[in-house]
């Protein structure tokens, strides 16, 4: 049987990536030198690389850059290990404590992704690792978008902006209002949103997992809005949600800093 045969222009695509991040932008020009294409083409394939959000054109030199999307291409790659040791415990522990499912999800591409979630008999739609969370219509993703780099921020609103199947409504909000309901998710530390899960109101409640300046992951519960108030939940889960993401950053860089040493060789006596 013959082999499936490459597709030419996702090739053509992977190899200006790797040109680019090879260094700190480059022109039209020389990304065609280095892949060894002409100069038409390179320049269809750079724009179609910005039209995804992974590339962009500075004005101020017109050298294409990589964007911090093409970071998303790695995520769940290396790092199931301290998702199934480390949260995975942790949140288990939390779900006996609230009684309510807690999930933990990190950004894949435009939307986060559930990684591992709690059980519960009290969970209105239950959520299997995979499953994908929307950013803007959900607790999860305003706190992400909330607490990630602001270049990466406008970027992921840019292309959900453009996005055709992005059906929640803040898509097509002022980018201004946004930007304002981001900024006092920021500032009071959690993000909190409603929506209708089988004819029942669901509510979720989000913290950030943090290293240091660095967001790893969103912790959340999800509870039944007509079941618990949102001041009761604030009040019950919120201290508890921040002790469990305080829990599993320092957890992350204990973890972190044990593998470097192992990976260190020991010195000759």
Same mark, same amino acid.
């Given at each position: 049987?013959?082999?499936?045969?490459?597709?030419?222009?996702?090739?053509?695509?992977?190899?200006?990536?790797?040109?680019?991040?090879?260094?700190?932008?480059?022109?039209?020009?020389?990304?065609?030198?280095?892949?060894?294409?002409?100069?038409?083409?390179?320049?269809?394939?750079?724009?179609?690389?910005?039209?995804?959000?992974?590339?962009?054109?500075?004005?101020?030199?017109?050298?294409?850059?990589?964007?911090?999307?093409?970071?998303?291409?790695?995520?769940?790659?290396?790092?199931?290990?301290?998702?199934?040791?480390?949260?995975?415990?942790?949140?288990?522990?939390?779900?006996?404590?609230?009684?309510? =499912?807690?999930?933990?999800?990190?950004?894949?591409?435009?939307?986060?992704?559930?990684?591992?979630?709690?059980? *519960?008999?009290?969970?209105?739609?239950?959520?299997?690792?995979?499953?994908?969370?929307?950013?803007?219509?959900?607790?999860?993703?305003?706190?992400?978008?909330?607490?990630?780099? @602001?270049?990466?921020?406008?970027?992921?609103?840019?292309?959900?902006?453009? *996005? &055709?199947?992005?059906?929640?409504?803040?898509?097509?909000?002022?980018? @201004?209002?946004?930007?304002?309901?981001? &900024?006092?998710?920021? @500032?009071?530390?959690?993000?909190?949103?409603?929506?209708?899960?089988?004819?029942?109101?669901?509510?979720?409640?989000?913290?950030?997992?943090?290293?240091?300046?660095?967001?790893?992951?969103?912790?959340?519960?999800?509870? &039944?809005?007509?079941?618990? =108030?949102?001041?009761?939940?604030?009040?019950?889960?919120?201290?508890?949600?921040?002790?469990?993401?305080?829990?599993?950053?320092?957890?992350?860089?204990?973890?972190?800093?044990?593998?470097?040493?192992?990976?260190?060789?020991?010195?000759?006596?």
């Amino acid at each position: 049987m013959e082999s499936t045969r490459p597709i030419r222009a996702l090739m053509r695509g992977l190899d200006a990536l790797t040109a680019l991040n090879m260094r700190d932008g480059a022109t039209v020009s020389e990304v065609a030198h280095e892949i060894r294409l002409p100069r038409t083409t390179v320049y269809r394939i750079l724009e179609t690389l910005c039209s995804a959000g992974y590339v962009f054109r500075d004005a101020g030199d017109d050298r294409y850059r990589l964007t911090i999307l093409v970071r998303a291409l790695s995520s769940g790659f290396d790092d199931d290990a301290w998702v199934g040791q480390i949260a995975r415990p942790l949140i288990e522990e939390l779900g006996r404590e609230t009684v309510w =499912p807690v999930s933990i999800a990190t950004l894949l591409g435009t939307a986060m992704i559930v990684r591992e979630t709690s059980s *519960s008999p009290l969970a209105i739609e239950r959520y299997s690792a995979g499953y994908r969370v929307p950013l803007l219509a959900t607790a999860t993703g305003r706190v992400y978008l909330s607490y990630c780099p @602001a270049a990466q921020r406008e970027t992921l609103i840019d292309i959900l902006a453009r *996005s &055709a199947k992005e059906e929640d409504r803040l898509a097509r909000a002022a980018r @201004a209002d946004l930007q304002r309901m981001l &900024a006092e998710v920021k @500032a009071q530390g959690y993000a909190a949103a409603s929506r209708t899960r089988r004819l029942v109101e669901e509510t979720g409640l989000s913290v950030p997992v943090m290293l240091g300046e660095r967001i790893l992951a969103c912790l959340t519960v999800r509870y &039944a809005a007509s079941a618990v =108030p949102l001041k009761t939940a604030l009040e019950r889960f919120l201290p508890r949600l921040k002790q469990c993401a305080a829990k599993i950053s320092a957890a992350f860089v204990q973890q972190q800093a044990e593998a470097q040493q192992k990976s260190v060789p020991e010195r000759a006596a």
